[in-house]
């Protein structure tokens, strides 16, 4: 048993002086400015020290592409802003560019035309666009009158053309009567009065429709 733990004692001390003189060796080297390779086990990557080499690795630098020489030479040209359209001005246009001999009714018995009327061409243009050839029974009797400034009071049913009849007149006085230029801007030309909101919205709709 004694020889054993002298044999064991005696391993150990060979040992740690090999090692001790290993690291001794290893720093000598590395003072001395000489290549240390330390030879990796299974699964380990090779590592190489030199001396005045930094241990960690810097980035690659990536390389701009350079642009071909007709695309370096075309600046990039701004685009213009859109110009906001005059709807006043299309509105002219397009009555400018009607042609009230377009707007052919056949004249018949009992029935009275729009073109009997003598309406301004911005009115029978839009009686035109609505497709309106012939008047209502309330309407030929209630247009000859107020078209002449007069009064005119008319009971029928729904859907027999009572507002187109009053806005029709509106309409063509405001036409043949050009507001005076001293008139104060937003100041309303007429008044209409109707007893419930969905009404009103009609007449707003209908208003729309021929005044356009």
């Not at 509106?170 to 030309?189: H, W």
Request: aromatic share 4%.
């Amino acid at each position: 048993m004694v020889r054993r733990l002298i044999k064991s004692i005696h391993k150990h001390l060979q040992r740690s002086g090999k090692v001790s003189s290993e690291k001794q060796t290893g720093n000598s080297q590395k003072q001395a400015g000489l290549k240390v390779e330390h030879k990796p086990e299974q699964g380990e990557k090779q590592e190489v020290y030199r001396p005045g080499e930094s241990t960690m690795s810097a980035p690659k630098k990536r390389r701009r592409r350079r642009k071909p020489a007709s695309q370096r030479a075309s600046s990039p040209q701004k685009a213009e802003p859109a110009r906001e359209r005059d709807p006043s001005s299309d509105k002219t246009k397009a009555a400018a560019s009607w042609d009230p001999s377009s707007f052919i009714v056949d004249p018949e018995e009992g029935k009275t035309r729009f073109h009997d009327l003598d309406l301004p061409q911005e009115v029978m243009h839009a009686i035109h666009d609505l497709k309106f050839k012939y008047c209502t029974p309330i309407q030929a009797q209630v247009l000859p009158h107020t078209l002449k400034g007069r009064d005119a009071s008319g009971k029928a049913q729904t859907g027999t053309g009572k507002t187109a009849a009053f806005l029709i007149t509106m309409l063509s006085r405001f036409v043949q009567n050009r507001p005076d230029p001293k008139r104060r801007s937003g100041t309303p030309r007429a008044l209409i009065i109707a007893p419930t909101r969905e009404l009103v919205i009609q007449i707003a709709k209908e208003t729309k429709d021929i005044g356009k």
